[in-house]
């Protein structure tokens, strides 16, 4: 199973960038899965997650400017990151969490860079 990420790249503040993330090979029984972003020096933090049955959750600093999405039968999940900021910043990571065949599971994707100049 791999989490393939895209859509970061170099943006100016208060531009817009859209990653998106699916999961491929043979997996079901996806949860939840989120974005979380890891800038240097600092420790990993959840971004934001959206559950199987749509709910979604957002850490403070990203309400109102980041948008989650997902498709649970194409195992795709997408962020519409709105109004960056430099404090954007970081690698983004894909994560997706289920069950299957009885056992958890817990996948990253490879990471995909967020610069934000200012």
């Known amino acids: 199973v791999q989490l393939q990420a895209s859509g970061g790249g170099l943006v100016q503040a208060g531009g817009s960038l859209r990653l998106s993330c699916v999961a491929r090979?043979?997996?079901?029984?996806?949860?939840?899965m989120g974005w979380y972003r890891q800038a240097p020096g600092k420790q990993r933090e959840l971004v934001a997650l959206?559950?199987?049955?749509?709910?979604?959750n957002y850490v403070d600093s990203v309400k109102g400017r980041f948008t989650i999405s997902g498709d649970n039968a194409k195992k795709r999940v997408d962020l519409e990151m709105n109004s960056l900021k430099p404090e954007d910043t970081a690698v983004y990571y894909c994560?997706?969490?289920?069950?299957?065949?009885?056992?958890?599971?817990?996948?990253w994707g490879q990471g995909t860079q967020v610069t934000v100049s200012s």
């Open positions: 959206i559950t199987s049955e749509g709910s979604t």
């Open positions: 994560n997706a969490k289920g069950k299957m065949y009885y056992r958890e599971f817990d996948y």
């Open positions: 090979g043979s997996i079901f029984g996806i949860n939840v």
